[in-house]
């Protein structure tokens, strides 16, 4: 596994619609482990491909109960809403408040193909939508409601 670069701020990659994933091949998974290691590397939640650079729609999260991939997702249902601070490896010191939804319902394909599905709420729907977004060349910055500062941040 290696640490890959993460692209930030204005970075054109940032802001691409991803392809799809259509080879499930030894490259795929070196990249997945690459950003499994990359994020916890730089403590986050979630790292969606375009934050590697890489154009595709591929991302990892881990909420607290160890590495999710996730390969061409798509969000099958969202319920409720949450308001909460939000920040993004690809804007260091940067945080906002974003609304998301409390409840999603998702399906992928894993590394090898088999597409599954799996649901959650709270930081789960929070980091899902997050990086799903990120396959859209969406931002969290796009979304968010307002700026924090460090002081609201430290509370
Ligand atoms: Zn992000």
Known sequence: ???????????????????????????????????AET???????????????????????DVGEGILEFINPEILETSG???GAEGCLSFPGEYGMVERP??????????NGNWFEMEGEELFARAVCHENDHLDGIVFKDR????????ELAD
């Open 1 to 35: 596994m290696a640490k890959r670069k993460i692209f930030t701020d204005d970075a054109p990659c940032l802001y691409k619609v991803c392809r799809p994933v259509e080879r499930f091949d030894g490259k795929l998974s070196e990249l997945i482990d690459d950003m």
């Open 39 to 61: 994020m916890y590397q730089a403590e986050g939640v979630g790292l969606a491909g375009p934050q590697v650079g890489m154009l595709r729609r591929v991302f990892v999260i």
């Open 81 to 83: 809403t949450q308001n």
């Open 102 to 111: 409390n409840f999603v319902r998702v399906k992928a394909q894993d590394r």
């Open 144 to 151: 968010m409601s307002r700026i924090l500062t460090e002081e």
